[in-house]
């Protein structure tokens, strides 16, 4: 079955890019990829599952994920690119740099794990969470997933913040089908023990106040990853960008135009 992957292009410079996570579409980049575009050619993917692209019956894994990523660096004729990934992107990003090597330059892992037993679970209030959001009333839960995904105090000071990313997740809703489709793929997900295949230049950046997934993480990736780095956002959320997207641009940017010769 050939599976439709919706992208776009943006600025030009180095290839780079940006896969998203679960239940997000290419516009969860909206408050980065212009500032990025100013130095980047930004390709941005709508993952199987969600916005443009096409759902095709589940469960979905990773590694299908990441070869839907590889089909758009052909689309877009692009011989090599950086590539960051985010939460669920971020584990597709660890299966494209592992499965293609030659193709990614360097790697940005942003708040999202290594997956498999030896890593650390989800947050204990995602997960009851989880469990909750199916006897819920549909908006409610939707509103409870956008503010579990940022860091307290945001959700408190800045409700507008909250608003502007639910109108986005209402506009490109999932059927429940494909949202368990791609959580499938990240519950599925295990690099653990291939994390020291990954030969590109990576840097790990990771939100203190992740309630989606266990910032601890960000230290099994640096520690096994044999070129990496950690940075940590401290009081960010699991969309920390989303918090404080022109330290993300600078640091990511920094890191990505490093002159390492």
Same mark, same amino acid.
């Given at each position: 079955?050939?599976?439709? @992957? #919706?992208?776009?292009?943006?600025?030009a410079?180095?290839?780079?890019?940006?896969?998203?996570?679960?239940?997000?579409?290419?516009?969860?980049?909206e408050?980065? #990829?212009?500032?990025?575009? *100013?130095?980047?050619?930004? @390709?941005l993917?709508?993952?199987r599952?969600?916005?443009e692209?096409?759902?095709?019956?589940?469960?979905? &894994?990773a590694? *299908?994920?990441?070869?839907?990523?590889?089909?758009?660096?052909?689309?877009?004729? $692009?011989?090599? /690119?950086?590539?960051?990934? +985010?939460?669920?992107?971020?584990?597709?990003?660890?299966?494209?740099?592992?499965?293609?090597?030659?193709?990614?330059?360097? %790697?940005?892992?942003?708040?999202?794990?290594?997956?498999?037993?030896?890593?650390y679970? %989800?947050? *204990?209030?995602?997960?009851?969470?989880?469990?909750?959001?199916?006897?819920?009333?549909?908006?409610? =839960?939707?509103?409870?997933?956008?503010?579990?995904?940022?860091?307290?105090?945001?959700?408190?000071?800045?409700?507008e913040?909250?608003?502007? $990313?639910?109108?986005?997740?209402?506009? &490109?809703?999932? +059927?429940?089908? =494909?949202?368990? /489709?791609?959580? !499938? /793929?990240? =519950?599925?997900?295990?690099?653990?023990?291939?994390?020291?295949? @990954? +030969?590109?230049?990576? %840097?790990?950046?990771?939100?203190?106040?992740?309630?989606?997934?266990?910032?601890?993480?960000? #230290? $099994?990736?640096?520690?096994? $990853?044999?070129? !990496?780095?950690?940075?940590?956002?401290?009081?960010?959320?699991?969309?920390?960008?989303?918090?404080?997207? *022109?330290?993300?641009?600078?640091?990511?940017s #920094?890191?990505?135009?490093?002159?390492?010769a």
């Amino acid at each position: 079955m050939t599976v439709r @992957i #919706a992208w776009e292009r943006r600025g030009a410079g180095p290839p780079l890019v940006l896969v998203h996570g679960l239940g997000y579409a290419r516009w969860g980049w909206e408050t980065v #990829a212009a500032s990025l575009a *100013e130095r980047f050619e930004v @390709i941005l993917v709508d993952n199987r599952g969600i916005g443009e692209s096409d759902a095709p019956p589940g469960p979905y &894994t990773a590694a *299908e994920m990441a070869e839907d990523v590889l089909r758009v660096f052909d689309a877009a004729r $692009i011989p090599r /690119a950086h590539v960051v990934g +985010t939460s669920l992107g971020g584990m597709i990003a660890q299966e494209v740099a592992l499965g293609w090597p030659d193709r990614v330059g360097r %790697l940005v892992l942003a708040c999202t794990t290594p997956g498999g037993p030896s890593a650390y679970p %989800l947050p *204990e209030g995602t997960v009851r969470l989880m469990g909750e959001a199916p006897s819920l009333d549909p908006a409610v =839960a939707l509103r409870r997933f956008v503010e579990n995904a940022l860091a307290p105090e945001t959700v408190t000071r800045r409700p507008e913040l909250v608003e502007r $990313i639910l109108a986005h997740r209402v506009a &490109t809703a999932q +059927t429940s089908v =494909a949202w368990a /489709a791609q959580a !499938a /793929a990240g =519950a599925a997900f295990d690099a653990f023990d291939r994390l020291g295949r @990954i +030969t590109q230049p990576t %840097l790990v950046v990771h939100g203190t106040e992740d309630r989606v997934v266990d910032v601890r993480n960000s #230290a $099994i990736l640096g520690e096994r $990853i044999p070129d !990496a780095r950690v940075e940590l956002f401290p009081g960010g959320g699991h969309l920390f960008f989303w918090e404080e997207p *022109e330290r993300f641009v600078e640091t990511v940017s #920094a890191f990505l135009l490093e002159d390492r010769a």
